[in-house]
């Protein structure tokens, strides 16, 4: 295989599987707070069930866990990735 074309495809594996984890891990996040407290995830402050403090508080905490999900699922398709297909 050249060089080009594995450096496409471990491009591919990494920035797929990084996208994915992070989405697992959103979706994730979304089902615990829902089974732990028993009602929807506050995404939007519009409604009344949503406060403006809720919705803030639930945006930086997975804003959070997920870019840290984001650098590690990285790291670790990157590390895989070189050694698998030996770039």
Do not use: C, D
């Not at 594996?13 to 979304?30: C, F, P, W």
């Not at 997975?62 to 698998?84: C, I, M, P, W």
């Amino acid at each position: 295989m050249k060089k080009r074309n594995k450096e496409y495809l471990q491009s591919a594996v990494i920035t797929g599987g990084t996208i994915l984890g992070a989405y697992l891990v959103r979706k994730g996040l979304e089902e615990l707070y829902e089974k732990k407290t028993g009602k929807e995830a506050p995404k939007n402050p519009y409604p009344e069930k949503n406060s403006l403090k809720e919705a803030l508080l639930w945006t930086v905490a997975t804003g959070l866990v997920a870019s840290v999900t984001k650098v590690l699922l990285r790291y670790t398709f990157t590390a895989g990735t070189e050694k698998a297909i030996e770039i």
